[in-house]
């Protein structure tokens, strides 16, 4: 494609960006919000024994968590978040198709290109998507951790939502 310059009423010269400029603005932006949302859970743990002297957080157990998953690529991830929520273990799964991950493994410093499931269910379903993650897994040793949904300030339709999206096998 050509890009052309243009100039508008201020007199400041523009050019549209290209295919690269805007996979580049997006691609930085998910790095900024992937690692605000690694900080928020490291000052969450790091604050846990001080959060009710400050008031930081709040005490009572959130029935909702947030799991986060990473899979060795965007097809495998996407079949995995299908199942799950077609077993209703899970009301959502977002995929997050291509993250650098660089980690210890066998003694080795190993850099991957990886695909993140971030995975919304009910915080007395976390061992029953942990197994089953477990089962469909490629990798021996699959990253599946969670963090609790901050139901205080959060959408209550989309937490009732989610309720209504999960079931717990002893319900039915």
């Known amino acids: 494609s050509v890009e052309v310059e243009s100039v508008d009423r201020t007199g400041l010269m523009h050019r549209p960006f290209?295919?690269?400029e805007v996979f580049e603005v997006v691609w930085g932006f998910l790095q900024q919000f992937l690692l605000v949302a690694l900080a928020c859970i490291l000052v969450r743990q790091a604050g846990h024994a001080f959060a009710p002297k400050l008031g930081l957080f709040s005490t009572a157990e959130s029935d909702f968590v947030a799991g986060f998953c990473t899979v060795n690529n965007h097809t495998n991830a996407k079949?995995?978040?299908k199942k799950l929520?077609?077993?209703k273990l899970v009301g959502c799964v977002n995929v997050v198709p291509s993250v650098s991950s660089i980690y210890r493994w066998e003694g080795n410093?190993?850099?991957d290109t990886e695909a993140l499931m971030m995975i919304k269910t009910r915080r007395s379903l976390k061992s029953s998507v942990t197994s089953f993650?477990?089962?469909q897994h490629q990798y021996t040793v699959p990253e599946v951790i969670f963090t609790p949904?901050?139901?205080?300030?959060?959408?209550?339709d989309y937490l009732e939502w989610l309720r209504s999206a999960t079931s717990i096998k002893t319900e039915l």
Do not use: P, T, Y
């Open 109 to 111: 410093v190993v850099e």
């Open 149 to 156: 949904i901050q139901e205080d300030g959060s959408n209550s």
């Open 85 to 87: 929520v077609a077993e």
């Open 79 to 81: 079949e995995i978040a």
């Open 133 to 135: 993650i477990k089962q």
């Open 18 to 20: 290209g295919v690269r």
